[in-house]
């Protein structure tokens, strides 16, 4: 944890010089390095916090991180591009972020309510009919071999 978050961040920081010329590092070496310091964080604040009731709502959420990443998409898509509500261009950053915070808490509630109604979300239960499909039709073609 210590180490992804002192290494990470400051390398993650490089992202402002101005010129674009740790764009690749950032992106693909650096955040990596952050996310392990996050990973660490996360299990530190679990283990500190287990009763904190939040944790239940970000188990939902995970259950669900297919469908939670989908709807994510297509929210901020037609909410910040210009095709949609074009927020994205407005001039206030804290309005950006006050955006994304209420979409992140429709995701929680989201998930909360859907899996008490089914055992996992809608993108999940597509993916596994998928490859149950695929999975007979490659059974299928091996038995004709």
């Not at 909410?79 to 001039?91: K, T, V």
């Amino acid at each position: 944890m210590k180490a992804g978050l002192l290494v990470g961040l400051p390398l993650n920081l490089l992202l402002f010089v101005p010129g674009g010329y740790f764009d690749f590092p950032v992106r693909y070496v650096f955040a990596p390095i952050l996310s392990i310091g996050y990973m660490g964080a996360i299990s530190f604040l679990i283990e500190k916090f287990q009763a904190f009731s939040l944790w239940s709502v970000l188990e939902k959420v995970g259950k669900m991180s297919l469908s939670c990443y989908v709807l994510q998409n297509v929210l901020s898509s037609i909410l910040f591009y210009g095709w949609g509500l074009g927020w994205g261009g407005h001039p206030r950053s804290f309005f950006v972020i006050f955006v994304w915070i209420l979409i992140c808490l429709f995701q929680m509630l989201f998930a909360v309510l859907w899996l008490r109604y089914f055992n996992m979300g809608p993108m999940e239960s597509a993916r596994k009919r998928l490859a149950s499909l695929t999975m007979r039709k490659n059974i299928k073609k091996d038995l004709k071999m």
